[in-house]
């Protein structure tokens, strides 16, 4: 990945290359915006290369254009994505299955279809799968792409459209006047700005209050392993008790899903991997996919995800400051991503998003919010790892 050699100033500076900023930015770049992203580490350092992989919102505003962008990624971006569609849902008993019903009728008054397999069908789709499964859901729309080669190839399409990448550089705070940031500070300096976008995951919140925006999350750090190849199923994204997660090209699955735990935000860079929600994660995974419970562990990490009071996503320009956007995408920002930046990008260009309403990602919806509003609601206070 090259880097610019000096910073220099940009019409829209963003904050964070992670899924949303580079995908904003790529947006920004191929409509001939002059665009700088800046991240304190690298290219997908936060959880956009930490994650899942899965491509499926259909609770968002912003899903069918989700579902649109996704399978022309490869071929707009000019980099592989590893883009695969459709996914696969199993319940273990009725219960599960009926709500799953829910889910899909959801998508289903979207224009999306799905289809009920039986345990003999959902065998036949997944191999890896037990007795214990009495059918799944066959999701027609959806999917899961790899977030690695996803975040690079957001990164060099928007340098091919002239977009720059500023990484190992950490802003540190805001220059205002007349109620309008001009300009970003960080460890290698200050960069003038038109306007910015903040896409910092879960550091959003402590980089807004420097310009007195509040933005209620509290962050959790949530893991995901990866096991040895094995056989490739028909499909590779199939979800179930609890977990979300792909099988790779290689045939590793890679999965992950809850329990998280909560962490100090200053703990976020590099943090590691726990003993305990690894052997939940595993022993989930192995009643999951019996026929893959010999299947060793070769790799695991963390990420964290910043987390909303209602779960949901902001993304808002406040009033003041005027020109800045606040993007904080919670645990979905990877599957949304595409149609995210495409957002964000037409905010600023056009002024507002024209293909969907966006007004359930607003501020105001936080106004009255008590102060302990985490406690409250059965999260529990951040501890230091
Ligand atoms: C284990 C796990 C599994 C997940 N699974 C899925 C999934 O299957 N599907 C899905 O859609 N989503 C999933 N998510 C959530 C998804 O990864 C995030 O919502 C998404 O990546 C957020 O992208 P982002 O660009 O907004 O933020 P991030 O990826 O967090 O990027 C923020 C960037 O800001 C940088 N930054 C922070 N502070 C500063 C500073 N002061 N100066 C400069 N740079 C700074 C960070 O280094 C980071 O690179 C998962 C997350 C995790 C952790």
Redesign the pocket.
Known sequence: MSDIDSPKGASVVI????????STGWWLARSGVDVLV????LV????????????S?HFSPLFVEEQRLWPQMDALLGYPTEFQPKRIRIAFDERQLELYGRAVRNAAHQGFGSTLLDAKQLREMVPLVGEEAVGGYFYDFGG?AN?HRTVQAYAWAMQDHGGRVLQE????GFRRAGGRIIAVL?DRGEIGCDQVVL?????TQR?AAMVDVSVPMVPAR???LVTEPLPLMPLGGVDGNGL??RQTLRGNLAY?GGPHEWIDEDAV?GTPASTPLMCNIAGRLARLFPHAAHAKIIRSW?????NTPDGRPVIDRPETPGNMIV???????????PATGHAIAEMITQGHCRFADLSSFSLSRFRGLEPDWASLQGWREPVSV
């Not at 904050?15 to 900023?21: E, R, Y």
């Open positions: 904050i964070g290359a992670g899924a949303t900023g580079l800046i991240d304190q580490g997908g350092w936060g959880a956009s290369g930490r994650n899942g992989g899965g491509c919102h899961h977030p550089t950490r802003v540190a960080t896409a910092a995951g879960p550091a980089l949530a893991e995901m979300y997660g992950g860079a963390a990420g964290v995800i910043e993007a904080s995408l919670s645990s979905i920002g990877f599957g949304l991503s």
